[in-house]
């Protein structure tokens, strides 16, 4: 994916948005309910009732960039509305944007040992 670098600030709205929201709606969602600056280079990340789309706005320096992104099968692991807005590491973030539970990633079994 084009976009921020790792140690990003990525701040997850829980719950659900109106994925008709472009860049001037979700840039207020981020200030109104996230309490955060949209233009402060931090990563936001929304998804839609269905689930199975997301988008993240971010501020690169000269503009906003929005990413979109629809699943063609499956769904984008999200937390619940009750629990606000989350913060993720840029590592998490990334699980995200590929459909992976960031919750629970699957490490899989440890290298073995040879000798």
Partial sequence: M????????VYLACGVTDMRKGIAGL??????VLHQQPASGAVFAFRGRRGDRIKLLYWDGQGFCL??????????????AANGSIRLTSAQLAMLWEGIDWRRPDWGAPPARVG
């Fill in 2 to 9: 084009i976009g921020p670098g790792t140690g990003v600030r």
């Fill in 27 to 32: 840039a207020a969602l981020a200030q109104d």
């Fill in 67 to 80: 990413y979109y992104k629809v699943l063609e099968r499956g769904r984008f692991p999200w937390p619940s």
